[in-house]
């Protein structure tokens, strides 16, 4: 069976609504600011299936960019540098007593060099009393070596019986040697036999600076350059450098 085709005259035709769609206003509430109307989007067709399916296509979350996701919300930006603190490194707090047990470990070391270098400084700079020395006995021999003999002044104002002898050679040690010898003072109790030479001059040279060394040892061991007061810091530096020298500065005064 053939279906004849439709001519204009028996063509069916449907009448479409041309009329605008009317799109209820929102009723203004009082107190709050007057909505923008807009046409919505998109618009409604009258079939609630299709209209719920326009809906959902329009309000989708596909359509929409990461930062327009509905539900989050993003936290502005901080600059890294803003509002940062500066870290402050903290510095252990030393024990007391190393540091302790370091101060007076160095002041007895500075003060043993301060003793066995004020003498020689004055004799080096020319200060003491010539006479001559008579070796009574020597024992060991090298840096060990160890003398003792008699000292007369040359001037014949002061004796003494027994003195300690520095600096005796090889053919002075045999007992009842005389030599000519210098002594600091009468009060001292060593005698330094020849004249002035490079051992007087190494003895108190190297004194002064591990006097010198000490001080510095003192202020590193005790914590004195590691305080925050920078007015501080410099005081107890400078007192514990000027400590040792003080020392010494009294054994020469005791020594003259």
């Known amino acids: 069976m053939v279906l004849p085709e439709p001519d204009a005259r028996n063509r069916p035709t449907v009448s479409l609504d041309r009329s605008p769609v009317r799109v209820p206003l929102p009723v203004p509430v009082p107190g709050q600011a007057r ?14 299936a299709t209209d719920a399916r326009l809906e959902k296509l329009e309000n989708s979350p596909f359509w929409l960019d990461n930062p327009d996701q509905p539900g989050t919300r993003r936290l502005p930006e901080v600059s890294s540098h803003v509002g940062t603190r500066r870290r402050v490194r903290k510095r252990a707090i030393r024990k007391p007593a190393p540091a302790l047990l370091a101060l007076i470990t160095l002041a007895l070391v500075a003060t043993f060099f301060a003793w066995v270098s004020a003498e020689p400084f004055w004799l080096a700079v020319g200060h003491g009393d010539r006479g001559y020395a008579t070796t009574t006995a020597c024992n060991g021999s090298g840096v060990a070596q160890r003398c003792a003999g008699r000292f007369e002044a040359a001037d014949g104002s002061f004796a003494i019986t027994r003195v300690a002898l520095l600096g ?30 490079l051992l007087v001059q190494l003895r108190w040279i190297l004194g002064f600076l591990l006097v010198l060394v000490c001080g510095g040892g ?28 003080a020392l010494l500065a009294g054994f020469l005064a005791a020594a003259y």
Request: cysteine-free; overall charge positive.
């Open 168 to 197: 005796v050679a090889h053919d002075e040690r045999a007992r009842g040697a005389v030599t000519p010898a210098r002594m600091v003072s009468a009060d001292s109790r060593m005698a330094y036999l020849g004249d002035t030479g």
């Open 35 to 48: 909505l923008q109307t807009t046409e919505p989007l998109p618009r409604s067709t009258g079939d609630p």
């Open 218 to 245: 003192i202020a590193s061991l005790t914590g004195a350059r590691r305080l925050d007061d920078p007015r501080a810091r410099r005081l107890v530096t400078l007192a514990s450098l000027f400590a040792p020298v």
